[in-house]
């Protein structure tokens, strides 16, 4: 059955430091990936999202992915953390006639 | 276009009643979600709709829930009767695509007691 994995359940950074957050999957079918950011008492808000061609992809806010395919990995990164960027960050992965399933998030803190 | 648009934001019930949650989607998605987030389980996808039929509602935990979705711009999540274990915070959603961006509202936090 397919699934998402986020390592980190939860992960401190400081200020103007870098972030990557880690995401690994397991589908049949070439995957759909996703990463979705989810401010406190706020719905979800898209970041960036794959589908094929360059596997560097880059998002909203200042954020980038790259997808691994040998490694089954979408992990999420910034180079510049900003206090702003305190949040819930998802997972999603989706394929053709395969359910969308998100991962269990990674809750991020930044400290000034 | 003032978003996907949930109501109420927060339902306080007993149990035993029945609870409606409603969505307004953005107009022209023709793609319709529902999610249930907790704690426990994280994000679940209940059912989604296209063109205003359900399409996959395999994620319903229960007969005690169903939703519809009599027009293109309003859909129902209905609960009957709730239980404390149904307490989560309802999301809806709403895509061009099955596979495109799908915008969400703020959520309905409902709690049972």
């Known amino acids: 059955a397919q699934s998402v994995t986020q390592p980190d359940i939860h992960i401190t950074v400081s200020e103007g430091a870098s972030l990557e957050l880690r995401c690994n999957y397991s589908y049949g079918a070439t995957p759909y990936l996703f990463w979705y950011v989810q401010s406190p008492g706020q719905g979800l808000q898209l970041l960036l999202k794959y589908f094929s061609g360059d596997t560097l992809v880059q998002g909203i806010k200042g954020f980038e992915a790259e997808f691994k395919r040998s490694q089954s990995s979408f992990n999420l990164r910034k180079p510049s953390v900003h206090w702003s960027d305190a949040a819930e960050y998802f997972c999603a992965v989706g394929a053709q006639g395969q359910n969308f399933v998100f991962g269990p998030g990674t809750r991020l803190s930044v400290l000034p | ?113």
């Open chain 2, 1 to 113: 276009d003032a978003g996907v648009i949930q109501s109420p934001r927060h339902e306080v019930t007993e149990m035993g009643q029945e609870v409606t949650l409603r969505c307004k989607p953005i107009s022209g998605h023709d793609y319709l979600f529902w999610y249930r987030q907790t704690m426990m389980r994280g994000l679940e996808l209940l059912i989604y709709f296209n063109n205003n039929v359900p399409i996959d509602d395999s994620g319903m935990p229960e007969d005690r829930f169903s939703a519809k979705m009599p027009n293109a711009s309003f859909s129902t999540l209905k609960i009957q009767p709730s239980e404390p274990r149904d307490s989560a915070v309802y999301f809806c959603a709403s895509s061009l695509g099955v596979w495109t961006e799908a915008f969400f509202g703020q959520g309905t936090r409902l709690t049972v007691v």
